[in-house]
């Protein structure tokens, strides 16, 4: 089974509004964190927030947010006030402790700006 | 604080040729990792280092893929020989690796190599 699933392949949005980015994830453990971590053409990997599974609030950093349901076991990216430069892969990720703390990633969601 | 440094940035080999990358992590970063991410995927976990030991290399085709990561800081990474399908991205990680593992140790990454395989 996948341990992150990433349903979206690619989405647009128009710029300055809000977009959500889906992500689900599987596991047994309850311990467990979920990222997420952007992608430009550049190539380059960067986080952008974290998600704890014991954390009461959702997580927020800027403009991302993380709409964390733990009973659905999804973890899904808001970005508001969309940007051109926010135009990247986005991937959704977990760790889990209790494998040596291996990071699985999702297939990413592959996210448009329009101006 | 320096981030992850990795090279070289780009690679163009023939295949059944070899190739070594390079990566240095965050200063005081226990974990490292090295990636795979094939063109439309997401990256694909190869080797995971603790210091200079080993933690998971489940996915390390080991016929022709070899790492090493001597005194517990700098990596490098080997492809021996080298074949088509290992055109890819390479990107290597790392984390501070806090006591207990909590789930909070987030990694960083460096800018990657694209290697290309003709």
């Known amino acids: 089974a996948q341990k992150i699933t990433q349903t979206q392949p690619g989405m647009f949005v128009q710029e300055k509004e809000a977009v959500t980015l889906d992500c689900t994830y599987d596991?047994?453990?309850?311990?467990?964190?979920l990222f997420w971590y952007k992608q430009p053409s550049s190539g380059e990997m960067i986080f952008l927030i974290y998600?704890?599974?014991?954390?009461?609030q959702n997580a927020t950093e800027g403009r991302y947010s993380l709409n964390f349901q733990k009973a659905r076991k999804s973890a899904n990216l808001v970005i508001s006030a969309s940007q051109l430069g926010d135009s990247a892969m986005y991937f959704c990720?977990?760790?889990?402790?209790?494998?040596?703390?291996?990071?699985?990633f999702g297939t990413g969601t592959s996210l448009t700006v329009i101006p | 604080e320096a981030g992850v440094a990795q090279s070289p940035r780009y690679k163009i080999i023939e295949k059944r040729q070899s190739v070594a990358f390079w990566c240095n992590p965050i200063?005081?970063?226990?974990?490292l990792y090295w990636y795979q991410q094939i063109l439309g995927q997401g990256p694909k976990l190869l080797i995971q280092?603790?210091?200079?030991?080993?933690?998971?290399d489940s996915q390390l085709p080991k016929d022709r893929f070899s790492a090493e990561r001597l005194k517990g800081v700098d990596s490098t990474l080997k492809i021996q020989p080298a074949k088509l399908e290992d055109s890819a991205v390479y990107l290597c990680?790392?984390?501070?690796?806090?006591?207990?593992?909590?789930?909070?140790?987030?990694?960083?990454f460096g800018p990657g190599t694209r290697l290309t395989v003709l």
């Open positions: 990680a790392s984390s501070l690796d806090l006591a207990g593992g909590l789930e909070v140790d987030t990694q960083y």
């Open positions: 596991t047994s453990d309850p311990s467990y964190g």
């Open positions: 998600q704890g599974s014991y954390d009461q």
């Open positions: 990720a977990m760790r889990e402790p209790t494998t040596g703390n291996q990071f699985y």
């Open positions: 200063s005081g970063h226990a974990t």
């Open positions: 280092f603790q210091n200079n030991g080993v933690v998971d």
